[in-house]
């Protein structure tokens, strides 16, 4: 059974920085990708970073753009997302998700693993 753990969360100043962690257990993800989600309170969840594990690509929100920066240990099986120069409208619980296909890395619904959530909160 696939597990996915996220940790690192926790609250910043504006213009501060976090690392998020995710580790998985119970399957490789060697023909798909991990990346992260959003979801602020009374929001849809978003998508904010992933990377695909077969081609190395990255894709990112625009809102994220320059700021942030999601990376892989394919031996650890594990993907980061380092958060600098972070604003207020960032806060949010980051999930972290995972597929087993190359396509439609920018839409939840096409992911087949879920995190638990990480809450990260900035303040003004």
């Known amino acids: 059974q696939v597990q996915l753990v996220e940790s690192g969360g926790g609250s910043v100043q504006a213009g501060g920085s976090l690392r998020l962690s995710c580790v998985a257990s119970g399957g490789t993800f060697n023909s798909g990708a991990m990346g992260w989600f959003r979801q602020a309170s009374g929001k849809e969840r978003e998508f904010v970073a992933t990377?695909?594990?077969?081609?190395?690509?990255?894709y990112y929100a625009d809102s994220v753009k320059g700021r942030f920066t999601i990376s892989s240990d394919y031996a650890k099986n594990t993907v980061s997302l380092q958060m600098n120069s972070l604003k207020p409208e960032d806060t949010a619980v980051y999930y972290c998700a995972a597929k087993n296909m190359d396509w439609g890395l920018l839409s939840a619904k096409r992911y087949d693993y879920w995190g638990q959530g990480t809450q990260v909160t900035v303040s003004s």
């Open positions: 990377i695909s594990w077969s081609a190395g690509s990255t």
